[in-house]
């Protein structure tokens, strides 16, 4: 079962910008899974394809930012008010997050017998235990399983039901990259996200957990009618991570069977949970698809 959860998190100390990074975090969501199942921690850390989870970077809100002492500069995307269906994402910080400072945390989970075996986390969480990050505790102050009308990016849904809500008309495809994405091509990167590596990835993720097969030999139906992109660049001290982030609208062309008008609403439903492209489990090509754009 897809599910997007989101992890409210209180720092006691300040968290050094250095332990904000893709890596970090990635290990701390794997010792979180350790506290409950030493064995699916493992397994997930030597998953090298299409793993079962993503996670967005640390968020905190910019009511928060706004009242800090200290400006904290951080790349964002920031779409026009019209456009606008969530809060700015962060993803790059300069400064520490100071303490007691409000953090949302994005998990999302691909694998329905990976969110099965980790019940128990939810359900069985002492929240009085502090979590470590670099030389900082971190305590888990509450968990957002169920939608949010404030926080859109919590939900859940079967593959067989997002399947069948698809719609069969719906020829207007828009997606919000709102942490840098990118995709690979051969033994390099590219930040272009087109059709074919967009939905490449959302196929693979999808055929991989879902029992509900669909082969992307559509892409040539699918044409970009809109794109307000730009390219950015994630670094830490041991790599530079170069995506684009903003919008992109592809349009459905032509002649095309309702049935494969479905699959494709399918994925871009999908993206909410699988993300897109690259570096996925470290916070990187965060997507959501947009309506009404």
Known sequence: MPHSLVLNLLPVAPIPSQFLTGRHLH??????????DSDLSAYLHDQSQEKAFTLSPFQVSRKEAYKSSTPQPQKRVLPSASRT???????????????????WWRISLLDDGLFDRLTQLWQQLNFARPWHLGPTNIYITN??????SNQPWVNFCTYAELFDRASETERQIAFSFCTPTNFRQGVYDSAMPTRESIFGSLANRWNKYSMIAIEPTFTEAIFPSFFDIRTEVSTDSRSKFIGCVGHISYRIMGDIAPAIIKQINALADFALYSG??????MGMGMTRRLQDF
Not at 276 to 281: L, M, N, Q, S, W
């Open 27 to 36: 290990a701390l969501f794997l010792n979180l899974v350790s506290a409950v």
């Open 85 to 103: 269906i969530s809060q700015a994402l962060q993803w790059d910080y300069k400064q520490a997050i100071q303490e007691n400072t409000p953090i």
């Open 143 to 148: 968990i957002l399983s169920e939608p949010q």
């Open 276 to 281: 897109v492209g690259r570096k996925t489990p």
